[in-house]
């Protein structure tokens, strides 16, 4: 306002020379007044407009100034933190807010270096987080760090996911993300301590009718105590089936029997027990 109010002055004064310079011509012409007079007059038009001139660049400084003060979000979100306060003084550079965005979260968690060639940026994973552990949620792979952690031999792994209008999700929450290495069709899981190995063959033993009857299998993964193995051949190049094999598998005491021996069943599971001896 005070530099408004010194432009509209400066203004004032330079209209005012004018008129005094063109009444100082008007009288020279008209050989009344000298032409010392008249030089007179046009010097105070020359500094008026100086003055003019020198008020209105320090108004736009200043206007520029203004308009450089109004500092806006680069994102639209919350204010996470409040780092200054109204009138206070702050330096270029220096933080006054942290903002969160909560529309779109990220996700960072780290992998093996065996994991990588098994995620793709764009593959999806499902996450879990442990403030809602009843729920599970989609996200995109976003990037995938070109290097690996010198000390703990791990890759960064950035994940995208849109954020519910309830904004479930916030920055700083924690959870895992479920990575699946490698997809099995018609595989079994078995207790490992079942699998007895010829050489370079891997065999288990299942109950037929009484009898002890060796099939061969494939290992293809381990999770655990339990092994991943897919349904090798079994004598006379039958192929072991599926069912008979997670069945009728013989957990304990599978060393002391031999192929098409006589068994006597103690105990049966459903499913592979976390113990073979429970």
Known sequence: AKLTAQVDRAQTQL?????????????????????????????????????LATQQAELAIVRVDLDRSQIGSPISGLVARRHVSAGEYVTPGAPLYDLVA????????????????????????????????????????????????DRTRTFRVELE??????????????????????K???????????????GAKSYIFVAVDGRAVRRDV???????????VGAGSGGGGAETDPAEVSLECIILGQAAVSDGGAIRVR????EPPRLAFD
Not at 18 to 39: I, N, T, Y
Not at 218 to 228: C, F, K, P, R
Request: charged residues 30%; glycine residues 4%; aromatic residues 4%.
């Open 267 to 270: 105990r049966s599971h459903t």
């Open 218 to 228: 494939e290992i293809l993964a381990q999770t655990g105590s339990l092994a991943v």
């Open 102 to 149: 909560t529309d779109i979260v990220k996700f960072v968690f780290s992998v093996a270096e065996r994991d990588v060639p098994g995620i793709r940026p764009g593959a999806s994973i499902v996450l879990r987080v442990d403030a809602h552990p009843d729920r599970s949620f989609a996200a995109k792979v976003r990037a995938i760090s070109p290097a690996g952690n």
């Open 15 to 51: 209209d005012w020379a004018r008129r005094d310079f063109e009444r100082q011509e008007r009288l020279f012409r008209d050989k009344v007044a000298a032409a010392r007079a008249l030089d007179d007059a046009r010097r105070l038009v020359d500094t008026a407009e100086d003055d």
């Open 161 to 182: 996911l849109t954020n519910d209008p309830q904004s479930v999700l916030l920055p700083g929450m924690s959870g895992k993300a479920r990575v699946v290495r490698q």
């Open 184 to 198: 099995l069709e018609r595989v079994l899981l078995i207790p490992e301590a079942a699998i007895l190995r010829d």
